[in-house]
């Protein structure tokens, strides 16, 4: 598994989940992988398919998507293909001959495929080991992108005669998502590998401006060198903000699903090739993206749910390098998502759960806790929170209120308790109200029955939150548990602060530096790369991520063997791609 790994994709280790996954796959279990965006699901695939040998199904629902995996698993020196409409007569007719005579080991389709009988009959002769369902929230009609030909295209695949495996992996699904994708799939519980939906490197926040446009100009302006998408809710703002960026110099584009089709793909192009630093868009754009150096994300108007959100904002930074995600909004985008909800024509069902992911939605905007622990929560509510301590809350100091006295008096509250309880009933009993409950459990006799009994209830769940938030408290199934961690609480080792529960914002501007790398190398660096990028026609980051560039950077290779060594260089790209980076690094060299 490690030697394929390292092989083709030049990794020496898995990230968490990757090895799970596979192992899965290679024991003939279907399994539902959730890994966060940036997180490597491709290779959950890849590696199992290239070991298990016969063609790899991959349905993805966005061809952009398609052509971009294909050509990054053609720079690696894999037999890779899709099919779908873009793709004229002839071409479609080799790509079938290829697949017929065996010699793909990799096949992108998308579900509509299926409807072509000839294609399934097609299929029926192949050998297939293996297929992925990939971006498979879009199985699911509660998930935020469900796609009706996704979920019928299932049956079909089942219907095929070869005794394959079947690999489901998403980003961003709820757990009510997951359960549904498993149920489609025949994913037994136990099958479901997800990993935290930490994105460590993204620094969110969340800026309740009405100077929208002069903060993106500025923005954008201090970051001149770094590769953004600003998202806004209609093609006109997309149009506008353009027009503006324009009118500074800023080496942009637009997208929105106003364009042709042929606008449409120079623009994602060049924003792909690093031809125009900026791509301003609607939520048409992104799927299909595949750049991993994106350095921000500026939402410039609230999207009606997190898991869109999240999403959109999870383009950012997906080689792992510090990037930064900013939702500007104002209280005129939640009515326009309410207008939406209430004039659509679904049925009242969904209607409210629409209602109710908005509602979370809206939250997000006015928390004072952490962001990232907010987002986590969100999708995993049982999973241990702690704060990022970079996020435009985190990082306002504006939690001016020393709580240690309150906290020290839920924590043991909490633990006096005969058994675990859920929010509210610890939120009672600290207030000493006495209901039947209380009474049969004996807890209106605890020393701490009603020794908050001056706080309302709202001030004590916000205190409750900032304990759990913190990772003081832990939550599973609703029910709260203390963390090991309150020893050094009640130990008066620590002083817990919380906001005075005023709001307040500010823009926070951070500056990436990544410590050793030489950043006048570097940037010689990526002109090699674009110039390789060019003369190949491949992607810049299919040639090599910023990640590895940085690395090149900060280690100054002098030989093939130093390279091998570093992160996504593997045998392929050391033989084809490294010696033009080796010169570049020993010229520099000699020049300092
Ligand atoms: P996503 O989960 O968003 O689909 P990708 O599969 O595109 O993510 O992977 C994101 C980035 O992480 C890619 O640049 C990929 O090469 C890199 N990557 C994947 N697996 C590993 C690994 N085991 N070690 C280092 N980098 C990895």
Redesign the pocket.
């Known amino acids: 598994m490690e030697s394929t790994?390292s092989h083709y994709?030049g990794?020496d280790?898995?990230?968490p989940g990757?090895k799970e996954i596979i192992t899965k796959v290679m024991n003939h279990q279907n399994v539902l992988g959730v890994?966060p965006?940036?997180?490597?699901?491709?290779?959950c695939y890849q590696v199992p398919g290239l070991m298990l040998g016969g063609t790899t199904i991959v349905i993805s629902p966005l061809i952009s998507l398609m052509k971009d995996q294909v050509d990054q698993l053609k720079a690696t020196g894999i037999r890779a293909a899709y099919l779908n409409s873009s793709l004229t007569k002839k071409e479609q007719q080799t790509i079938e001959t290829q697949l017929k005579q065996g010699e793909l080991q990799f096949l992108y389709v998308a579900p509509e495929r299926f409807d072509n009988g000839y294609f399934v009959h097609l299929l029926q002769q192949i050998s297939i080991h293996l297929v992925a369902f990939d971006e498979a929230h879009c199985i699911s009609k509660w998930g935020h992108d469900f796609r009706p030909s996704y979920q019928e295209v299932i049956d079909k695949v089942f219907a095929l005669p070869q005794d394959f495996t079947v690999v489901a992996l998403t980003?961003t699904a709820t757990a009510e998502v997951q359960r549904d994708i498993m149920a489609r799939l025949n994913i037994d519980k136990q099958d479901e590998i997800k990993t935290s939906t930490k994105r460590p490197n993204l620094v969110f926040q969340v800026n309740p401006t009405y100077q929208r446009q002069k903060f993106v100009l500025e923005y954008v302006t201090h970051h001149d060198k770094e590769a953004g998408i600003i998202y806004c809710s209609t093609r006109k703002q997309v149009e506008e903000l353009h027009e503006a960026l324009i009118e500074q110099d800023v080496n942009s584009t637009i997208y929105h699903a106003g364009l042709s089709n042929k606008e449409r793909e120079a623009a994602q192009n060049d924003f792909v090739y690093d031809r125009v630093r900026v791509v301003v868009a609607t939520n048409a754009f992104g799927m299909g993206i595949?750049k991993?150096n994106v350095r921000f994300v500026i939402h410039y108007n609230m999207p009606g749910d997190l898991e869109s959100y999240y999403q959109e904002a999870g383009r950012a930074g997906?080689?792992g390098l510090k990037s930064e995600c900013i939702l500007l909004f104002s209280e005129r985008d939640i009515g326009l998502h309410q207008y939406f909800i209430s004039s659509s024509k679904a049925d009242d069902d969904y209607k409210d759960k629409m209602g109710e992911k908005l509602t979370k939605m809206m939250f997000y905007t006015k928390t004072k806790k952490c962001l990232e622990a907010t987002l986590v929560h969100y999708f995993e509510p049982n999973e241990k929170l702690t704060e990022c301590g970079q996020c435009s809350n985190c990082t306002q100091g504006n939690k001016t209120y020393d709580m240690t006295h309150e906290a020290k008096m839920i924590i043991s509250c909490i633990a006096r308790m005969n058994q675990q309880e859920n929010y509210s009933v610890i939120i009672q009993v600290l207030r000493g109200e006495e209901t039947d409950y209380i009474r049969y459990c004996d807890y209106n006799t605890l020393s701490t029955h009603g020794i908050m009994k001056n706080y309302t209830t709202s001030e004590l769940s916000h205190l409750i939150d900032e304990l759990r938030f913190k990772g003081y408290l832990n939550e599973h199934d609703e029910i709260l548990t203390c963390d090991t961690s309150v020893k050094a609480l009640l130990n008066d080792q620590v002083s817990i602060f919380t906001t005075p529960f005023k709001p307040k914002s500010k823009e926070v501007v951070s500056i990436n530096t990544v410590e050793g790398v030489d950043r006048v190398l570097f940037d010689e660096l990526i002109q090699v790369r674009k110039r390789l990028s060019e003369d190949l026609g491949i992607a810049p980051v299919s040639i090599f991520?910023d990640y590895t560039i940085e690395e090149f950077a900060k280690r100054k290779p002098e030989s093939k063997q130093d390279m091998i060594s570093i992160?996504?260089v593997g045998s392929y790209k050391l033989k084809h791609y490294c010696p033009k980076f080796l010169d570049t690094i020993q010229t520099y060299k000699a020049k300092i």
């Open positions: 790994l994709f990794f280790t898995f990230r990757q890994l965006t940036g997180g490597g699901k491709s290779i980003a595949d991993s997906r080689d991520s992160d996504g």
